[in-house]
T-cell receptor, first 112, second 113 residues
């Protein structure tokens, strides 16, 4: 079955710097890759997603890139702010609407 | 529009007992998935319901069962609770269209003692 790895497990950046989180997946049939942000005591919140027919997607300070050949995708956050501090999860799915396989998460701390 | 609501927020049960967790989907959503999130880990897929039928299941034993009702609300039932069942249980709903994505509830924290 699908296996998603995520690195780093923890990341500390200074406010205003960029943060990059990387994920790899094992199943070449996966074609949908969402990123979720989870704050303490809350459920995961979708922040951006990308489909396999797209190489990059951007939404304001957040961007995701996908390399299908290498089977990895990355989350890029620019101009980080303290409110970006949270746990971030990547996930992969073979078909939108089917179960997601989540990575183990990255705890991002943005230091003021 | 309302989001996904789960109840209860916290629950303590004794090993061997049974538990029912509830989820109200976001308005207009006909698909609901349940996930188990152990402390410090990513969510793991339990199963998914679409229009009251189970249409996908993860690697969980049969003592994990579910229901989806005509109003698309859902229940997760766990029988013969084990200590390792202690986790945050998340419900996520979707209308099945790609553009909207899945909306997660805040979860039910289950502690088995």
């Amino acid at each position: 079955g699908e296996n998603v790895e995520q690195h780093p497990s923890t990341l500390s950046v200074q406010e205003g710097d960029s943060a990059v989180i990387k994920c790899t997946y094992s199943d070449s049939a996966s074609n949908y890759f969402p990123w979720y942000k989870q704050e303490l005591g809350k459920g995961p919140q979708l922040i951006i997603d990308i489909r396999s027919n797209v190489g990059e997607k951007k939404d304001q300070r957040i961007a995701v890139t996908l390399n299908k050949t290498a089977k990895h995708f990355s989350l890029h956050i620019t101009e980080t702010q303290p409110e970006d501090s949270a746990v971030y999860f990547c996930a992969a799915s073979k078909n939108y609407g089917q179960n997601f396989v989540f990575g183990p998460g990255t705890r991002l701390s943005v230091l003021p | 529009e309302t989001g996904v609501t789960q109840s209860p927020t916290h629950l303590i049960k004794t090993r061997g007992q049974q538990v029912t967790l509830r989820c109200s989907s976001q308005s207009g959503h006909n698909t609901v998935s349940w996930y188990q999130q152990a402390l410090g880990q990513g969510p793991q897929f339990i199963f998914q319901y679409y229009r009251e039928e189970e249409n996908g299941r993860g690697n969980f034993p049969p003592r994990f069962s579910g229901l989806q009702f005509p109003n698309y609300s859902s229940e997760l039932n766990v029988n013969a609770l084990e200590l390792d069942d202690s986790a945050l249980y998340l419900c996520a709903s979707s209308n099945g269209q790609e553009v909207y994505g899945y909306t997660f509830g805040s979860g039910t924290r289950l502690t088995v003692v």
